[in-house]
């Protein structure tokens, strides 16, 4: 694709484009993404201009734009998340049923954990999770049993980094969250309190493959002083229920 005289390619400033769209920003004008973007009125609007010509974002009546329809399809075919949801689903929905908390089913991407699908109870706790949010790898529950388990490229380079306090508790001392991956691996599980939110404590598995790699992670969000034994059963339950299913298919 040709470049920008910045050296930005053409798919480069798409990405950027549909990167401006959040959770909470969900409807922007061309020029609000251009500025979002770090691009120039004109490229904006032009890029714009094309991504709703092709579907893959919507303008309204008040020249509104938002992502398109026709990007979701795009998106779900062929998904190896959507089969992981899918297959996940049944699992998760048995774990909410006993546990009554936030039941959540999360993958490594780009360094972060990012949430595919989150089930809750009406008297369920705080949790700031959402579907297709994202979370840092050191700071949750979901984060700690996909980074004990990413490849050791992907461990160095996180615990490499600054390591954000999201919490009090967040664990953001190298050598200490190099001891609790250690134990993650392990253990099979991780609890882990006050790391997300002081009043909630996490607890997550690993979900693992016909291969035995691990693909996902399988998380509730407790209140900060539940039991987990419970908890950990269910979910180590519903990992070994979804990595039976993932081998039929």
Known sequence: MAN???????????????????????????????????????????LVDGLVHAGLLERDEEHRVSLGMRLWELALRGSRALRLRQVALPHMERVQARIREHTQLAVLEQDSALFLE???????????????????????????????HASEEVRERVLAAPLAQVAKETVTDAPALRRLLARVRRDGYVVSPGSVESVSTGVAVPVRDRSGDVIAALSVVLPRDAPTEQAIAELLRASRGIRSDLSEH
Not at 16 to 45: C, K, M, Y
Not at 127 to 137: E, H, K, V
């Open 4 to 46: 920008s005289p910045s050296g930005d390619s053409s798919i480069d400033r798409i990405v950027r484009v549909l990167e401006t769209f959040t959770i909470d920003r969900t409807v922007q004008t061309a020029s609000e993404i251009g500025r979002h973007a770090n691009l120039p009125s004109s490229t904006a609007h032009r």
């Open 118 to 148: 989150r089930l809750s109870h009406p008297g369920a706790g705080a949790n700031i999770t959402r579907i297709a949010g994202r979370l840092p790898l050191h700071a949750s529950s979901s984060g700690l049993v996909l980074l004990a």
